[in-house]
């Protein structure tokens, strides 16, 4: 599709301020510039991890967007950033994937980091020395957190860490880890049981198989972790012992939902795009493909689906930049923007006919690029099972009301310098 910039839809004004629309055009001329000419070639060779635009993301400060200025960050907040995946997606999914996934540890510090923690990692992250991954995931255990198997084990001031993670997002090009393992013995609840901790790429014992493309987002490596009794200091632990679970869970919901709605609603626009552009410029009969009431209404559809995630999308992160409750705004824009992008993508598909065939086609990209978005951050039936929690008013966290508090450890304490 055209990676030419277009300003802000009039259905996002309640949502926009003066600077979001300047960061609009800046990450629509950045696409146009540096993601569009290489978007081609990490789709030709998907077996090369793409480092360029990490580089060029972070150079502009791009994952330090949430980040206060204390810490040398754009402290721009989560429409920003929603802003910035969104319209790197809509050239480059992968691009943007490098984004989401470096973002979600950096609000996992924001959140439960000490003061002197983010002192000493977050100005690494906003100079663009610094990227960061998430390692959650196991080879056996999937999503399910309470099957963690990765284990850390206190050695006197240092904690020892073995196991393996997957699915690991900037796994390759990470300079540290937020490894996510199991710090107490059987019979302890989850809830009590984790412990996060800060694992530089270059400590001995720690292990990263060569990159394989996926399906889908070529030139993003999600693989990997090999931890064989990693040892780290004391002040590399994140937040307290125990509260593992925690960490994971916030910035999943916090930031991992909306990243992933972001990245689906970049790849959805994309796609309705190339869609009515090939039916438009299709001649049949005395007019163009566009002019058939049956192709029209197909195309009727996948506008309304994308219209209406978009709303969802920026609504979610609007109310988390008031500081308003909306976990399960969050995860509904998760769950219905891959689901409505997904059905477009699959429209798409059908109305091109055998030209969506072809594998030099630009649309067989989008199509690959939408499935990545439904598996992180849970599955849509995990999505719909939090939803229900929310349906019936059950007592759970609202990791969103928790943001005002939890970003209070980011001031000072009495005895800083």
């Known amino acids: 599709m055209s990676a030419a910039p277009t300003a802000p839809p009039p259905s996002l004004r309640p949502y926009l301020t003066a600077r979001h629309d300047l960061l609009w055009q800046e990450a629509d001329a950045f696409a146009a510039e540096h993601i569009a000419p290489r978007a081609a070639r990490m789709e030709a060779a998907p077996g090369k991890v793409e480092r360029k635009a990490a580089d060029l993301m972070a150079a502009r400060g791009w994952f330090a967007v949430t980040v ?10 989560h429409v920003a950033r929603t802003i910035l995946i969104h ?57 399910h957190i309470g099957g963690m ?19 690991i997002g900037n796994s390759h090009l990470a300079d540290a880890h937020l490894v996510v393992a199991r710090s107490a013995g059987p019979g302890v609840s989850t809830s009590q049981a984790l412990t996060a901790f800060m694992v530089e790429a270059d400590r001995p014992g720690l292990f990263i198989p060569r990159y394989q493309a996926a399906l ?45 709605a972001a990245v689906s609603l970049g790849i959805h626009e994309a796609v309705v795009n190339t869609t009515t552009t090939r039916l438009k410029t299709r001649p049949r009969y005395r007019g163009t493909l566009s002019d058939l009431p049956v192709l029209r209404d197909r195309i009727g559809a996948m506008e309304a689906r994308l219209r209406a995630g978009r709303i969802l999308a920026y609504q979610a992160v609007h109310l988390l930049d008031q500081g308003l409750p909306c976990d399960a705004d969050l995860i509904n824009s998760k769950y219905l923007g891959h689901q409505w992008a997904a ?3 699959q429209d798409a598909m059908e109305l091109h006919g055998a ?13 690959r690029d939408i499935q990545h978005t439904y598996p992180p951050a849970g599955t849509g039936e995990v999505q719909r099972i939090r939803l229900a929690d929310a349906a019936f008013d059950e007592d759970h966290i609202q990791w ?8 209070a450890w980011a001031r000072p304490g009495p005895t800083a310098a």
Do not use: C
């Open 68 to 77: 206060p200025a204390t810490f040398g960050g754009l402290d721009a907040g």
């Open 87 to 143: 319209r790197i997606a809509r050239v480059s999914a992968a691009a943007a994937a490098i984004l989401q996934a470096t973002l979600i540890p950096v609000g996992a510090l924001l959140h439960f980091a000490t003061y002197e923690q983010k002192g000493r990692w977050l100005p690494r992250v906003a100079d663009g020395s610094l990227l960061l991954s998430i390692a959650v995931t196991e080879p056996l255990a999937g999503g």
């Open 149 to 167: 198997a990765t284990t850390a084990e206190r050695a006197g001031h240092e904690w020892v860490i073995t196991g393996s993670k997957i699915h």
């Open 216 to 260: 889908g987002l070529h030139g993003f490596s999600a693989g990997r972790l090999d931890l064989d009794h990693v040892r780290v200091p004391e002040d590399a632990m994140v937040g307290e012992v125990g509260q593992g679970l925690a960490v994971a869970q916030s910035s999943s919901i916090l930031y991992g939902r909306s990243n992933l």
């Open 343 to 345: 059905q477009s993508a």
């Open 355 to 367: 030209h969506a065939l072809d594998g030099a086609y630009v649309l067989q990209r989008f199509w």
């Open 400 to 407: 969103s009301e928790r943001l005002a508090a939890e970003a």
